[in-house]
């Protein structure tokens, strides 16, 4: 069994069998037609069922083979122009190739004896993303699995600095579009279960920041602490982005922490000709990125950002064996501060201990495209859904919810005849589904004021106006296909 150990025996076999895996997927690649099979989990559990996990294949190829069936074949593909679901996004070759090496490494970048120059690039990388934000000469922080980890330890930072034993106190405030994992932190972080207000959005989609001045108001007469404000820039159903410096003002003018929860936004940070968009997120106190978003890179790759370095104290924890308190004493050591008191331990930033060097895979980006490279992808995208915007506002056929800011568009299909509400709620579902069995398509869905909407995330410039027509058809007739028939059994 050793010979499937990666060691200086086993170089050749690896390099054979990460080729073979590389070309089974690059075919995979070359030949799917549609971003999916329409595979329904009926149809799959029993081909996975079949499998003896104790029965193992011996060998990489024949495990390959079963992989076909069992994932590859039936996987939903985001590199295909008509996936336009979740914020899922194709990725860019230069971080998939730094995705191999990080983990046939397997560096862990809890501690510098576990990653030496790991550690370096990843601060190097923090830098970088804090000066394109603006946050200043103090700032630093942490890559994390993802946005809902990043927001939660931004919050557990906010918490901690609002110096206040009584939890049931914190208020936090947050437009009604932003994430769920706002209020998963909240109830995480031992607040209570009002903790989270919820500020209303104006007719675009972002925070109306006058209702949130009177919140902040009753807070205060209330004696109630104003926590932390939460601004969104990109929600994820809209891509709205809420208004930065009227909400930077008033995170001051009260004392709350103002954290940014850029997960989907911050790819402007590298736009040729968007970065104003994010005007006044270098005033937060902290800043969620997602680069497994609007970046290009595979899941994860994803990082908190905070404006005084030392706020991200309140996470460090020591362990004798890892990253002890004291300098450890080495054998006659010139000095402790020279040797072990400066070696960079990045654990005592994070909520993970075993981390993941997925900075590896934005450094090989930006070492490859640039910065520009990138942000010009995501521009792309932008520039998609403003066509795709004007193609739905002159479709009769549909009902558009708000301009896009970023790439996102949110619409329903109106049908020509007189129906209820209800009706035309279960028509875009059904579309919905019908358009996922048919694997031609995938698109997303939403609820706007109570409505069922559907909903594309752009996030593929290979996708073109015409891929967004011709989705936009199917999905039409499907609708009338369920309406058509749901009026032949009325
Ligand atoms: C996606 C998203 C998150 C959560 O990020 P994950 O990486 O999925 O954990 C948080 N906030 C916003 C605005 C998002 O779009």
Redesign the pocket.
Known sequence: MRSHLLNDATAESYRRSVIEGVERVADKLATTRRPFTGVTPADLAPVIDAVDLDKPLGDTSAALDELESVYLRDAVYFHHPRYLGH?NCPVVIPAVLGEAVLSAVNSSLDTWDQSAGGTLIERKLIDWTTSRIGLGPAADGVFTS????S?LQALLLAREEAKTDDLAKLRIFSSEC??F?VQKSATLLGLGADAVISVPVDRTKRMQSVVLAAELEACRAEGLVPMAIVA?A???DFGSIDPLPEIAALASEYGAWMHV?A??GCGLLASPTRRHLLDGIERADSV?V?Y??SFFQPV?S?AVLVRDGSTLRHATYHADYLNPRQPVAMEAPPTPEGLWGKIPNQVDKSLQTTRRFDALKLWMTLRVMGADGVGELFDEVCDLAAAGFELLAADPRYDVVVEPQLSTLVYRYIPEAVTSPAEIDRANLYARKALFASGEAVVAGTKVDGRQYLKFTLLNPETTTADIAAVLDLIAGHAEQYLGETLVHA
């Open positions: 914020l993802g946005g809902t980890q927001n932003s994430h994992s969104t990109g929600t994820t929860d997960a989907y969620t997602d497994h978003k994860s994803s």
